[in-house]
């Protein structure tokens, strides 16, 4: 098998470095310093841009895979007292990271994996990976799953039907994560005609064995992604038995399969607290996090380990670093700091450079561009108009979009929460 992980070329210039106000956060959790790696030579323009991307991977050099922790022998049941501890022993020498990028389809890529974790995130999900095709198609593998030396703590998802094609899959990441994700969350169409995500839900016996079979056949942990019943105690008994399957970490969504629409059902907290306190292996929480402010009263109600952001990581990759987008409600952009000038605009252009440095499919970034600049589009549809007309994508197209988009103006600044209390005690003193 051909797949390595991409290593960036020596002879490149840039470094990357966190974000200052990463800072901010270390009184949930010490954020360690990334250590700084040359990108590889820039992706020329791609005559197929969708799928030729995989020509720039190969330009770059690639090493061995990283030998594995030593662990108890590959099949050897464990107590569940042992699990718990080794399960915790392993979350802890991750350095127990409470804010971590959730997977998503075409959108928790290695570029904005790595974006985020610029900006404060301290673990990530990839996008889920269907098992069966990982296991057979190298181009798929090659075009889906890439990571970098930087890329830790990672999970890796599947979603699966079949626990020896689901192990098959997952012995081909083992050394590049640090933990193998089932996805039993997803509750779209498609995930119910393909028979996986949440839709698995009523076949408790064979998530049973899908997690049996990666517990006693890997080296790294495995963990699970679910959503709730709607009864409570279903979904007490559902984390137990998964605990005691042999997943390592759960990540509890608030939300039932039916509550697909995250605006309009808000994820119960209650139930995730009622996890947390029924199992004994790390949880994380999933649903409603906008803020930082929602990420610490998240972690106060449910006593989650940790928690996972999505959608709204999408719109502002500086969520964990602090920032804040203006919401709906606020009308008050002109007593808002600016904390130097960041906004979206420039998050999706440090995202672009990730992307020089780390290919990826074009229709991921088209994604990205939308959703960051979002904003920006309402008031200029015309630029919208002119990047939706453009079939083939460049950089410097996209780079002189942004530009474009600056001089027009209109941008709000991203700000934090110190920023907005103290422009706000300015404009009350004045």
Same mark, same amino acid.
């Given at each position: ?13 840039? $470094? ?65 007292? =042992? ?39 301290? &673990? &990530? ?7 069966? +095709? ?45 933990? %193998? ?44 992604? +679910?959503? +709730? ?9 559902? &984390? ?26 808000? &994820? ?20 409603? =996090?906008?803020?930082?402010?929602? %990420? ?10 940790? %928690? ?27 007593? =808002? ?41 309402? +008031? ?8 939706? $007309?453009?079939?083939? @994508?460049?950089?410097?197209? @996209? ?8 001089? @027009?103006?209109?941008? =709000? ?18």
């Amino acid at each position: 098998m051909r797949f390595r992980p991409l290593h960036s070329s020596v002879a490149a210039a840039a $470094a990357y470095k966190p974000h200052p106000k990463a800072r901010l956060l270390r009184r949930l959790n010490p954020i360690s310093s990334m250590a700084a790696d040359p990108p590889p030579p820039q992706l020329e323009s791609e005559e197929d841009p969708d799928e030729r991307f995989c020509a720039a991977l190969d330009r770059c050099s690639f090493s061995d895979p990283p030998p594995l922790s030593p662990t108890e022998p590959i099949g050897r049941p464990l107590s569940g007292e =042992i699990r718990v501890d080794r399960a915790w022993a392993h979350w802890n020498r991750l350095g127990a990271p409470k804010l971590v990028v959730a997977p998503m389809v075409d959108n928790s890529e290695l570029p904005f994996r790595m974006l985020c974790r610029k900006y404060g995130a301290e &673990a &990530a999900y990839t996008p889920m990976l269907h098992s069966r +095709i990982f296991s057979e198609t190298e181009k798929y593998r090659s075009m889906e799953f890439t990571t970098c030396k930087e890329d830790r703590p990672l999970f890796v998802q599947f979603c699966a039907n079949d626990p020896d094609v689901l192990l098959e899959a997952a012995k081909m990441v083992e050394p590049y994560c640090d933990y %193998v994700d089932i996805n039993l969350g997803c509750p779209q169409r498609i995930a119910r005609r393909g028979n996986y995500g949440a839709f698995l839900m009523d076949n408790l016996p064979l998530i049973k064995a899908l997690v049996q079979k990666l517990s006693q056949n890997l080296q790294v942990p495995v963990s699970c992604k +679910i959503r +709730i019943f709607p009864n409570l105690q279903d979904t007490i008994v559902y &984390a137990r038995m998964l605990e005691e399957a042999g997943c390592a970490l759960l990540a509890v969504h608030g939300r039932t399969r039916d509550e697909k629409d995250g605006k309009k059902f808000r &994820a119960d907290w209650n139930a995730i607290k009622a996890v947390k306190d029924a199992i004994g292996i790390p949880v994380l929480a999933n649903g409603n =996090i906008r803020h930082m402010e929602d %990420v610490y009263n998240c972690l106060d109600h449910t006593g989650a380990d940790g %928690v996972l952001s999505a959608e709204s990581l999408l719109e502002n990759p500086a969520l964990f670093a602090g920032f804040r987008t203006m919401e709906p409600k606020e009308n008050n952009a002109d007593e =808002i700091e600016d904390n130097g000038g960041l906004d979206q605009a420039d998050l999706l252009v440090e995202y672009l450079k990730f992307c020089e440095q780390y290919p990826v499919p074009w229709r991921m970034i088209r994604s990205h561009v939308h959703k960051m600049l979002g904003d920006w589009f309402r +008031i200029h549809p015309q630029v919208r108009e002119e990047l939706n $007309a453009q079939s083939k @994508l460049t950089f410097k197209w @996209l780079h002189d979009m942004v530009t474009r988009l600056k001089e @027009l103006g209109g941008g =709000i600044p991203l700000y934090t929460e110190e920023a907005n209390t103290a422009a706000r005690a300015a404009t009350c003193n004045s």
